[in-house]
């Protein structure tokens, strides 16, 4: 006989066939018949977990970002500082995406919803607000006494750069992690490592950039 399932667990079943569906069909054509059909119950047991696709979308949007950065969280110990800290760091994301792709390009998703935009906009807050309080945890960092606008532009361009190539590479699945974790290291490792040093680009008039050491 097979096991009655328990409410969290048909929950997530429910959310994991969502997945599924919405990011294959994306949210507009995705319809709540054919999640249920992907999660094998019907109809009307999604509405009592979900007043409507809208909520289930949200749901996956919220839960896939607070799984992701609680893992980033746990990989950031206090004895990883620098290079460790960030390998170990965005070690952890892609294994994530790995892992759950399908959550992940729900959470990419462009919808013009307003209540979905809103939400992406927190999450990617979020998001940046984890990397800005890692950036500041960091003595060397601390040593530039960068302000927390500074610290800010680093972390947009950290967080901005590594979903743009996360999302390249759910399009070419042949790259392996470790290549991903290479790159990612290479073109973020460079920048961050000469800018938490003290290091400055000159503007074309000479005058120190926007990240200047204050």
């Known amino acids: 006989m ?3 399932l328990s409410a969290g667990e048909r929950r997530a079943s429910i959310l994991d066939a969502a997945a599924q569906v919405f990011a294959g069909r994306g949210y507009d054509a995705a319809r709540l018949e054919q999640i249920a059909t992907a999660a094998g119950v019907s109809k009307a047991l999604i509405y009592e977990h979900f007043p409507a696709k809208r909520e289930l979308y949200v749901e996956i949007v919220r839960e896939g970002t607070d799984q992701a950065l609680s893992r980033v969280a746990a990989a950031a110990t206090g004895e990883l500082q620098g290079a460790e800290l960030l390998e170990a760091t965005l070690g952890v994301f892609l294994d994530f995406v790995a892992e759950r792709p399908e959550v992940w390009r729900v959470i990419t998703q462009d919808v013009p919803d307003p209540t979905i935009v809103a939400l992406d906009e927190r999450m990617r807050r979020q998001a940046v607000d984890a990397i ?3 950036l500041s945890a960091d003595p060397v960092w601390r040593e530039q006494r ?9 972390a947009e361009m950290i967080n901005g750069a590594t979903m743009a190539l996360v999302n390249w590479w759910l399009e070419h699945p042949s790259v392996s992690r470790d290549e991903m974790a290479s790159s990612l290291m290479s073109f973020l490792w460079l ?3 000469r800018t938490r040093s003290g290091e400055r ?11 200047e050491q204050q």
């Open 2 to 4: 097979r096991r009655r």
């Open 132 to 134: 800005s309080a890692l």
């Open 146 to 154: 960068l302000d927390r606008a500074q610290t800010d532009q680093m």
């Open 191 to 193: 920048g961050l490592d």
């Open 201 to 211: 680009e000159q503007g074309p008039s000479g005058t120190r950039g926007t990240l």
